[in-house]
């Protein structure tokens, strides 16, 4: 019996996947398990990318300024203010949708490259915002001494396993959610959107509102992560917000698939494994990242899981031929 992962049973992929990622960080080293909690907080903001990208069809690239925006809301709460984690958490996430919400006013006006272009000038506005506005972000320096957050559980966050599982506790809910939202009419709308605008405006949609509150929402959960972030790595600077962060994050998506949750999430994990990996060898990072763009694009335009999704069909096509 042949078990086919891509219709009746898709599920028990993603399962075994967060199975793994459930009991294996007491086995994994200190480096693995930091670089899959960077990973989580990744996939977050690759699957908040893919709101737009993947099932809107705008490729954006100022992405970055929300994780910033949320990472620079919890250094300066806590650090001058001594907030507590809800009102960092609800101060990250509102900044990051305000600011979305006025980015998407600018940019939705525009298509294709044009909003390509835009949204890479809205972020380096939030990028030159936390390189000049020293007396607020520190500037170059960025805002150091982030202490993790105290929840008044009996582990303390501050250890590397417990927080990985808040990592992962966060990057679940973000899963669910965002599928719920995808899978809602709402987001079958959207994806009518990426396929033909004017059909939908024939149809009687409001083509524009939908593609702002898509908008919005993918800036939401990019603050999310950017909450998340920040409390990971205790420190925030504008190289977080810069222009080569937000093309990895959307060759996150473009390398594991778009149009997908899980797809995004994947490429996070293989771009941050990558990245991490390859620069003990060699400083020219922006190269490799290059070159697996470019492979992508050429041998695997719909990502790695649609790739995998092309064989599973193939396979059903010519089951004889899988079974020999």
Not at 213 to 227: E, P, T
């Amino acid at each position: 019996m042949r078990l086919d992962l891509f219709s009746g049973e898709r599920w028990v992929v993603p399962a075994i996947v967060f199975l793994l990622l459930a009991i294996s960080p007491p086995f994994l080293s200190s480096f693995l398990l930091t670089l899959l909690t960077q990973a989580l907080i990744y996939a977050i903001l690759a699957m908040s990318l893919d709101i737009i990208l993947g099932y809107t069809g705008l490729a954006s690239l100022g992405h970055a300024a929300y994780l910033g925006l949320g990472a620079y809301s919890v250094g300066i709460l806590t650090t001058r203010y001594a907030v507590g984690f809800s009102v960092a958490l609800a101060a990250g996430v509102l900044m990051a949708v305000v600011v979305a919400a006025i980015f998407g006013l600018v940019a939705l006006r525009a298509t294709g490259v044009y909003f390509l272009m835009i949204t890479l000038a809205l972020g380096m506005v939030v990028w030159g915002l936390a390189h000049r506005w020293v007396t607020m972000t520190q500037g170059d320096n960025g805002i150091s001494a982030i202490s993790r957050p105290d929840l008044g559980l009996p582990w303390s966050l501050a250890l590397s396993i417990p927080f990985y599982y808040f990592a992962l506790a966060g990057f679940l809910v973000s899963f669910w959610i965002l599928r719920a939202i995808v899978r809602s009419p709402f987001g079958q709308t959207l994806v009518g959107i990426r396929e033909s605008e004017s059909r939908m405006r024939t149809l009687g949609y409001h083509v524009w509102l939908h593609k702002y509150i898509g908008f919005v929402i993918a800036g939401g959960f990019g603050g999310f992560a950017g909450v998340l972030w920040a409390y990971y790595n205790g420190f925030v600077s504008p190289v977080d917000l810069q222009l080569a962060t937000s093309v990895e994050v959307l060759l996150m998506v473009a390398l594991g698939g778009r149009g997908t949750l899980l797809g995004p999430a994947l490429g996070a994990g293989i771009i941050v494994f990558l990245k991490n990996l390859v620069s003990v060898y060699t400083h020219r990072w922006l190269l490799i990242l290059g070159a697996v763009y470019i492979a992508t694009i050429v041998y695997a335009p719909e990502g790695l899981l649609g790739a995998v999704r092309q064989w599973a069909q193939r396979a059903r096509s010519n089951p004889s031929r899988s079974e020999a």
